[in-house]
């Protein structure tokens, strides 16, 4: 591949971008679809090139492979973002499906049933909205996911359809929308209601036709792709799996392009936990165990991680600075979700060598952050640690934005930091 024609964007999230099949589930972790496609579209693959992202989010890099006519592969630890990548390669000539299956939602839907009283949803919306909610999605289930999609554990995820990806889609939007209030100025967290805090009170009929909406505008997006579209995306495969281990054959891949959970303690769970509610009596998902097998996860860790050299000299550095910080729990929880952090993002570096093909390209958009005042330099540390393991950099653009993810701290300024982070974009060949 030749690494000095590929066409890199800034890989910057446009938040004015929430317009066409993003809007549904605007992802604050996610990268512009422009971005990928541009990547893709000047890496000279093969056709029939199978692209892969182990970090798969909204699933931006595999639609984009999908529309290019490629094949491609995802994986997200989070349900939900199994569910919305899903719903985002929904072929564009499924529009005129989905009007007439709501109706059918709807009217088949049985509000006569309480919701269990240990409902999560009810953490934000009272009886009677939880009531309306639950029915729909029950519906939803009954009417788009077949029976071999569901086993004693719940439902297999990897066998949900899109188009039932979709109408769940539509749903996580209605509650999204609707607990807003619940929201704060940082996006990866959703609060929960407080004992006795009065809960989002809704008629059924209100309910009903924001979720209506929803759908209605999800086809008129469909259209709006299969009139521009020379043709209709290709399939993807979306799964749910750790990327700590390798899913995939060995060197059965030709292209990478993903990017790497933030290293600034976000619980990617909290910032879906409404949707992990509205999915709950689908996935015998434990969210606490969940939270804790996330890269970048805010428990502790239940075995002890020691530093490895294979790391590299930067990722050393770092750690000795965390550890010896003078402000409390530095050299303890601190130390230890960062060692975790390391530990488990370095696994997933093996498990991407391994199932990349023998010159195989791998782009990593990883953004650097700070603990306190001490810069985390991650494109640094990523680069070493991938070294360690066999890629070479080939090429590395950084890009550098006034908000980011370590700037969502309340705190930031009081260490006196310079605001906005580095995100880099990391080319490597095996
Ligand atoms: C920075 S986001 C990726 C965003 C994606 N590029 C997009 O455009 O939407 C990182 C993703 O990694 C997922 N993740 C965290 N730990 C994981 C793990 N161990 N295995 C697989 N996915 C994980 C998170 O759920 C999150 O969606």
């Known amino acids: 591949m030749n690494f000095d024609r590929l066409s890199v964007q800034s890989p910057k999230r446009d938040r004015q971008a929430r317009t066409g099949w993003e809007g549904f589930f605007p992802y604050y972790a996610g990268y512009p679809e422009t971005f990928a496609r541009k990547i893709i579209e000047s890496s000279d693959l093969k056709a029939g090139s199978l692209i892969f992202d182990p970090w798969n989010g909204s699933g931006t890099t595999t639609f984009a492979a999908a529309q290019l006519g490629f094949k491609a592969i995802g994986l997200d630890l989070n349900p939900v973002m199994v569910i919305v990548s899903r719903a985002r390669i929904l072929p564009f000539s499924e529009a005129d499906a989905l009007q007439p299956l709501s109706r059918a939602i709807l009217a088949s839907a049985d509000y006569s049933i309480c919701a269990d009283s240990s409902d999560p949803l009810l953490n934000w919306f009272d009886r009677n909205a939880t009531n309306t909610i639950r029915a729909i999605e029950r519906s939803v289930c009954e009417q788009l996911v077949g029976t071999l999609t569901i086993s004693q554990n719940g439902i297999n995820l990897d066998k949900l359809s899109s188009i039932a990806a979709a109408f769940y889609v539509a749903l996580f ?241 009081t260490y006196g930091r310079k605001p906005g982070a580095v995100e880099s974009v990391l080319c490597f060949q095996k």
């Open 173 to 413: 939007a209605v509650c999204r929308d609707l607990t807003r209030s619940f929201q704060s100025s940082n996006p990866t967290w959703l609060k929960l209601a407080k004992a006795g805090e009065r809960r989002i009170s809704l008629r059924r009929s209100s309910i009903e036709r924001r979720f209506q909406q929803h759908i209605d505008e999800m086809a008129n997006v469909l259209s709006g792709k299969l009139v521009e579209a020379a043709r209709d995306c290709f399939p993807a495969e979306i799964m749910l799996a750790d990327s700590t281990s390798s899913t995939l054959p060995k060197e059965s891949v030709d292209f990478i392009l993903t990017s790497p959970p933030y290293c600034t303690r976000i619980d990617y769970t909290a910032a879906t936990r409404v949707e992990l509610a509205v999915i709950a009596p689908l996935v015998e998902e434990n969210i606490i165990e969940l939270g804790r097998n996330m890269i970048g996860s805010t428990r502790v860790p239940k075995r002890e991680i020691q530093f490895e050299k294979s790391w590299g000299p930067t990722c050393k550095r770092f750690l000795h600075q965390v550890k010896s910080h003078p402000s409390k729990a530095s050299g303890g929880y601190y130390l230890r979700t960062h060692l975790d952090y390391f530990d488990k993002l370095a696994r997933s570096i093996d498990a991407i060598v391994e199932v990349l093909q023998p010159s195989g390209a791998a782009i990593l958009v990883v953004q650097d952050s700070f603990y306190k005042e001490v810069h985390n330099d991650l494109p640094t540390i990523a680069g070493e640690i991938a070294a360690g393991r066999g890629l070479v950099l080939k090429r590395r653009d950084d890009f550098y934005f006034r908000r980011s993810m370590s700037g969502i701290n309340k705190n930031s300024r």
